[in-house]
């Protein structure tokens, strides 16, 4: 005898929920297989679950706002509950429609969200926003048409977001079995893309801390710091680099031989302008931090390097190298930073 298969019925939660999970999970198993196919995948599950996650903000909040048009959908309901089979019918049941309203696409979730919900994590100046955008634009190539995937670089991507992200839903979401239940098998699933970032930038902070550790009382092209002049390279007395535990905020400072202090914010993710201007105004803070905290270091003696160890961003962004210069700040890339090597470890 034939048995009717159960129906299945996935809220808004579980959905997001199952779709960052299996996001992390495609993405470890496509690294250990080398399988291009799955790590595909992993973007794509990944962004859907962002996606989701929002519109549960927007949600939560009022079941319209994840209407493309509220009138509309307004309107289709009202139909709907003046007639006798419907009239308990719910925003739900809006989908159900023959003619159904929209759900309000990707973008505009992200901006009432933001706006709307008042949510900071999520406005235009944020870097949680700045790098779901980047991470669109993966998305919309692999759905759309044709994508290189930078495997270090996406990695780095996701894990920059979902740290921020997971943070943002646990705060934000009014669901007791996703804070008890799924945020914590997300954070899990996330582990080992955590791990491999973290030892990404560690391992890029080491590369820029050797190279300074050679710096000793040389002269070298302006150029590879984004100036004209030849730079003075004092020699190096202490370097500190970033201490997740204090949470210091600089990547690496170091002391040099002629009271100068130099506070370097490196980049491994590709970045655009509004990334660069945040990480110019985490600069100027680290700046600001010293000042306050130390007596005696005048505002002449404080160098900031902003490095960024991505290939697109030096023939993307060349063209920024004289907003760098206004704001008196050293900026090199990775080719940069290999010809300083070249030039430094040559001298020993």
Request: hydrophobic fraction near 40%.
């Amino acid at each position: 005898m034939n048995q009717n298969p159960p129906s299945l019925r996935i809220g808004l939660v579980e959905n997001c929920y199952h779709s960052l999970k299996r996001g992390y999970e495609l993405w470890g198993e496509g690294q250990r297989k080398q399988d291009g196919w799955l790590l595909k995948e992993a973007v794509i599950w990944i962004h859907h679950g962002i996606e989701l996650g929002i519109k549960q903000l927007l949600v939560q909040t009022n079941e319209y706002l994840i209407f493309e048009n509220i009138d509309t959908a307004v309107e289709k309901l009202a139909k709907l509950r003046n007639q006798p089979q419907t009239i308990e019918a719910s925003v739900l049941d809006l989908f159900e429609q023959e003619k159904p309203a929209f759900s309000v696409g990707f973008e505009k979730a992200v901006e009432r969200a933001a706006i709307m919900l008042d949510i900071s994590e999520l406005s235009k100046i944020s870097a949680l926003r700045s790098n779901i955008d980047e991470l669109t634009k993966y998305r919309n190539k692999i759905v759309h048409y044709a994508v290189s995937l930078e495997v270090n670089e996406v990695i780095t991507l996701i894990s920059s977001i979902m740290n921020d992200f997971l943070d943002l839903l646990e705060k934000n979401i009014q669901d007791n079995n996703f804070q008890v239940k799924y945020l914590p098998e997300i954070r899990q699933a996330n582990l080992p893309i955590s791990i491999r970032v973290k030892y990404l930038i560690q391992e890029s902070e080491s590369r820029i801390k050797n190279l300074i550790m050679n710096f000793n009382n040389q002269y070298v092209p302006g150029k590879l710091f984004g100036v004209e002049d030849n730079i003075f390279l004092p020699q190096t007395t202490n370097i500190y680099t970033h201490d997740y535990k204090n949470n210091n905020p600089w990547d690496i400072r170091a002391s040099m031989s002629n009271n100068e202090e130099w506070l370097v914010e490196i980049k491994i993710l590709s970045t655009n302008s509004s990334s660069r201007k945040m990480a110019i105004n985490q600069l100027r803070n680290h700046k600001e931090f010293l000042l306050d905290k130390y007596e005696g270091i005048s505002e002449s003696k404080i160098k900031l390097w902003f490095i960024s160890l991505n290939d697109k961003d030096k023939s993307n962004f060349l063209r920024e190298t004289s907003f760098f210069r206004e704001n008196s700040i050293f900026v090199s890339y990775k080719d940069d930073i290999e010809q300083l090597e070249k030039l430094l470890y040559h001298q020993e």
